[in-house]
């Protein structure tokens, strides 16, 4: 009997060991972890064209030298920083209630194709969700789908980190586009 | 003895076994926990008006189609980009020394009220701190207070995570400016 | 047997407990934890200035009120926003194939040195490496070196963290510059 209580014993102290061993390397080297929160929204953007002052969301504020500020620039308009205040939507519905706005900038950052850097955050402010979701990345905007990085979160999202995959849902010529975001968060606090 | 020694095993085991099943969830999931670090400080910001090159410590460098680079647009300064590098205090003097510098852009990124977007750094280079806090995130700053994310750190704030409390400690109108900031890291490496 | 059953019994509860009372606090805190991956390489920058529009990578989009689109500004270039494209190559060759690209922007934002802020992404999409690695920070370039974070990543950099340290491999002018980039990650998923 003692034997055997020694041999268990061993063997819990090698799960103990086997346990600080791993906790030397990275602690989270999940990768096939699963979502500890996912939230799915679309958002609208719509680009001051110089003529539509009111409904427009987004304006240019900055241009290449071959450039201007009503009109997205030639070379796959590289360049061209546009901030953005955007609202939030549970479906693809343009005049559904908005549940928060996406602020920040795009700024086209490629010559020979549409591609775009982000920095912005999803604010919300209601009963649902109250906090911010930041997000950093490239978005190579002719791509199906591409994933940028959420950084950082504040509120309901406090702490957060994760994954957000963008895909175009509609455009309409330079004015008008439509993004579906798949939010996954990965850490949760 | 011996059977009172495998109970006592069993209930080793159980306690692994435990953590090794809650390790499966995210590793950082309480909510409550207190920062590993606290920082309060006071910056400064001086805008550029055309007259006051030799104090300023901020330029605006992007406007809409709407506005100039002296002076803030229209529509809550919607599309402005200002960039700045504002001395840190540690008190709300803004002749005091200052400890670091507070250094990056903010953009007016909304229409119907003043709302900003914020990427900069905080460096220091001093004997009591060296290295940088790296922050970003949404400033809604008519609100006392408002919360941005801490995504990152080097030298003395090596890796670091946390939140920024930000609150307007004072403003003379379009000038000057002077944010409190607490800021709470709940990862220090 | 017992008795020296039940002291290695009370052993393995304490290296239990111990865990247990360490893991309340943050969990990562080891400063002198070794890169989970190292990456290294160079990219290149080459600034439009109205004459090289066919070689160039880079372009001003926005500039304080003393400056203009085609000319860094006088004031270490405070207020200048640049955005970029820049290849990415393993060896210090402008000319040898691209492995990937940099895109984002930088800002200069100090009136008296040459200092920047930086948000960017290093973009793979080879057999090599598939994925992004986004950026943020300060980087004072006059230093022989200075530390960003990496706040995030997608694809085969999923969720990582960690520091990038640069250097200014060579310059020529205001046109060409060379950066090396020492990526050390300390959170790989």
Known sequence: MAGKARSSLLSALFLVLLFF?????????????????????????????????????????????????????????????VVFDDPITMDNNLHSTPVGRAQGFYIYDKKDIFTAWLGFSFVFNSTEHNGSINFAGA??????????????????????????????????GEVYFRLFVDIKLYECW
Request: hydrophobic share 35%.
């Open 21 to 81: 061993g791993s906790s030397a390397s990275p602690p989270r080297t999940l990768r096939a972890r699963r979502p500890c929160k996912r939230l799915l929204f679309y958002f609208h953007d719509i680009l001051y064209n110089g003529h539509n002052s009111k409904n427009a969301t987004s304006a240019i504020v900055g241009s290449p030298a071959w450039g201007n500020l009503t009109k997205l620039a030639g070379q796959s308009h590289f360049g061209n920083v």
């Open 139 to 172: 978005d190579p905007l002719m791509n199906k789908t591409r994933d940028i990085s959420v950084v950082g979160g504040t509120g309901d999202f406090f702490m957060t980190r994760g994954v957000a995959t963008l895909s175009t849902d509609a455009f309409e």
